[in-house]
């Protein structure tokens, strides 16, 4: 495992790479001198993205997770996202309020663009740059790599009450980020379990499948949200204690790297070398 500024590596031999962009629960010194981020320090927003990296690293799968809370950056929006109104900044890279609705910061002292930009200089840009250099370090391994990343809006968004929500959203890029086999892999191990599913509904257009997905150089992206009843199984347990029982959620989820894997492995190797499509700075 490496400790890094901005999060963890945990390296592994899989074709598979995890990314889990909103596990993080720090806050980093100068923000903490604010009282209203008291109670979001160890906050965890993405139970599912936490048992997701518990299997994975048990499976010998490399994970790139964040060390700070999505509220101080937000590793999987893009680098030009912006709110019409920084002052009820709720999804773009720097929040101004939580997804219960509390204010991060008083009224008027919201971040100014340059404090956005010092934040994405210090964290998001390294964050993505070793999520790049973990994508060719695989590459040059494997014929196929696939990174699976761990989205959490339905925690982060202020309306997190979704009736009739699907167990299993997956988004990949309208179809463009990945192999149709990846996905049928996905969605078979998740009906295994009785869970429903759906493939590019609200996640169609997600940031990391955009901007990893590159089927052509044998760089395939799909980006996964548990909601409706299987988050409330995976908001009941806990990887911070080292033998916690990850349950069906953790079962579901070795079954489906293992099915990820065993694909990646049958698949040709691609037409295009990696370095055709991801740049060392994170960016696409």
Request: hydrophobic content about 40%; proline content about 7%; charged content about 20%.
């Amino acid at each position: 495992m490496q400790n890094l500024p901005y999060g963890q590596i945990f390296p592994g031999d899989s074709p598979v790479l995890v990314v889990t962009p909103h596990i993080g629960t720090s806050v980093p010194a100068p923000l903490q001198s604010n009282s209203a981020w008291g109670p979001v320090e160890g906050r965890l927003a993405d139970p599912f993205g936490a048992l997701l990296q518990s299997v994975a690293i048990g499976r010998g799968v490399t994970c790139v997770s964040a060390l700070y809370h999505p509220c101080v950056i937000d590793y999987n929006v893009a680098l030009d996202s912006r709110p019409l109104s920084p002052r009820l900044n709720r999804v773009g890279l720097c929040r101004t309020h939580t997804s219960r609705g509390e204010a991060l910061y008083p009224e008027g002292q919201e971040p100014s663009e340059a404090e956005v930009s010092e934040r994405a200089d210090m964290y998001w840009k390294p964050f993505h740059a070793a999520v790049a250099r973990e994508v060719v370090r695989l590459r040059n391994t494997h014929e196929n790599v696939l990174l699976l990343v761990s989205h959490a809006s339905s925690w982060l968004s202020p309306y997190r009450e979704q009736p009739g929500a699907a167990d299993c959203n997956i988004g990949t890029n309208r179809g463009t980020a990945c192999d149709r086999r990846l996905v049928t892999a996905l969605t078979e191990s998740v009906q295994a379990f009785n869970r429903s599913w759906v493939v590019n509904g609200k996640l169609a257009d997600a940031f990391t499948a955009q901007h990893y997905g590159l089927p052509v150089s044998g760089v395939h992206a799909i980006e996964v949200e548990v909601a409706g009843r299987w988050r409330l199984d995976c908001e009941q347990r806990s990887t911070a204690q080292p033998e916690f029982d990850s349950g069906e959620a953790g079962a579901a989820l070795g079954v489906a790297l293992d099915a990820l894997e065993a694909v990646l492995k049958r698949m040709e190797g691609s037409r295009q070398a990696v370095h055709a499509g991801i740049e060392p700075d994170g960016r696409a």
